[in-house]
T-cell receptor, first 116, second 115 residues
């Protein structure tokens, strides 16, 4: 199989704090991981693509200083929402591929972030 | 331009009915991939199928079947004898092999299967 986990599944934080979300590929090595954001009843919006050992590539309009992505190993990528504000509240989903960006993406269960 | 259109925003059917979810795509690439994912209320996207542009054979997996027609740029998904557990949002996605290799998602179709 191709199992991707995310932690935490749900987080509530105060405005101004930072939140770290972990994305792990459990049974395969993921050279490429993706981070998406999904608003209620909408489609997925790609935030960034991360490759192990290199800097993430952010989509236009996504603040790289706001959403820090680290892909330190072949099984772990982290997304840190820095100085979170209520407008950052959303559903964040990661995905991973076994090979490069042309491979099938397997998605994690998502993290619901609520910023008060 | 790359685009995926899922014109059906929401569909409701009664259990045991068959239902077809439409997906129409646009791309200038000759090589591309198409996908279907299921997103149940829990939120996780579940991979259903991947099809490359050179393989137009229809595929059947249990109650699921897919009809890929390049002539109409469509990749439709049919659920036979629907069940309540099929209730979810279904996304069609296109992966281009030129440029940035990013998924282009459709807006999704919410399927409600009523008991």
């Amino acid at each position: 199989g191709a199992v991707v986990s995310q932690h935490p599944s749900r987080v509530i934080c105060k405005s101004g704090t930072s939140v770290k979300i972990e994305c792990r590929s459990l049974d395969f090595q993921a050279t490429t991981m993706f981070w998406y954001r999904q608003f209620p009843k909408q489609s997925l919006m790609l935030m960034a693509t991360s490759n192990e050992g290199s800097k993430a590539t952010y989509e236009q309009g996504v603040e790289k200083d706001k959403f820090l992505i680290n892909h330190a190993s072949l099984t772990l990528s982290t997304l840190t929402v820095t100085s979170a504000h209520p407008e950052d509240s959303s559903f964040y989903i990661c995905s991973a591929t076994r090979g490069g960006t042309q491979e099938t993406q397997y998605f994690g269960p998502g993290t619901r972030l609520l910023v008060l | 331009a790359q685009k995926v259109t899922q014109a059906q925003t929401e569909i409701s059917v009664v259990e045991k009915e068959d239902v077809t979810l439409d997906c129409v795509y646009e791309t200038r690439d000759t090589t591309y991939y198409l996908f279907w994912y299921k997103q149940p209320p829990s939120g996780e996207l579940v991979f259903l199928i991947r099809r490359n542009s050179f393989d137009e054979q229809n595929e059947i997996s249990g109650r699921y079947s897919w009809n890929f027609q390049k002539s109409t740029s469509s990749f439709n998904f049919t659920i036979t004898a629907s069940q309540v557990v099929d209730s979810a949002v279904y996304f069609c996605a296109l992966l281009s092999t030129s440029g940035t290799y990013k998924y282009i998602f459709g807006t999704g179709t919410r399927l409600k299967v009523l008991a």
